[in-house]
């Protein structure tokens, strides 16, 4: 029987499959942690393109609806699978707002707003938000102009998609705090005006 060969430490020379053996198992979990980022990744965009279309979608159809009512709500939560909008993780706000109606009422004020799910969020259209929670220069064209004796603009439809999202992989629990701050997943929000 032979004896094992020494290296220069006196130790016994590993062959060329306990090299590979010691490679892999340093390797594996660098490969582990890009698969584990690459299917959430994935999922997150996905997760934001669905939320993206039911959001846009919503506020086009809202738009051309007379009158709006919580028909389109159910509409946007059945077009928003797989994602349970209408559930814990998700909430759908649908908002019409009417435009200034005189020289008397100049101001713009939201009509009616429709809402469903059960995250805990609040619209980002609000009768006490500055502006309604519109940008300066969508409100400006909603409020009454006597030269025109009228606005220019009679009425926007505001949707809003809030989802929380979390990952599929166990990514998070091998990084406590780093990628997520309450380890529950991070809200993704989707806004279109029409």
């Known amino acids: 029987m032979n004896a094992p060969t020494r290296n220069r430490f006196g130790l016994p020379k590993l062959g060329a499959r306990g090299t590979a053996l010691v490679e892999f198992a340093l390797v594996i979990p660098l490969l582990l942690l890009l698969v584990m980022v690459t299917i959430d990744f994935g999922h997150l965009v996905q997760t934001r393109l669905i939320l993206t279309n039911v959001t846009r979608e919503g506020g086009s159809i809202g738009s051309r609806q007379r009158p709006l009512d919580d028909n389109l709500v159910d509409l946007l939560l059945a077009s928003g699978r797989p994602l ?17 109606l005189s020289a008397k009422i100049p101001q713009p004020a939201i009509q009616s707003q429709f809402q469903r799910g059960s995250l805990s969020i609040a619209s980002g259209v609000d ?4 502006q309604l929670g519109l940008t ?18 009679k009425e926007v439809t505001v949707v809003e998609t809030f989802y929380k999202y979390r990952p599929i992989t166990p990514l998070p629990n091998f990084m406590p705090g780093m990628l997520m701050q309450d380890g529950g997943g991070v809200i993704i929000h989707s806004r279109a005006v029409f």
């Open 127 to 130: 009768p006490g938000l500055t």
């Open 84 to 100: 349970d909008l209408a559930g814990a993780d998700g909430h759908v706000y649908v908002t019409r707002i009417i435009s200034g």
């Open 136 to 153: 300066t220069a969508l409100y400006n064209r909603l409020v009454y102009k006597q030269a025109n004796n009228a606005s220019d603009i």
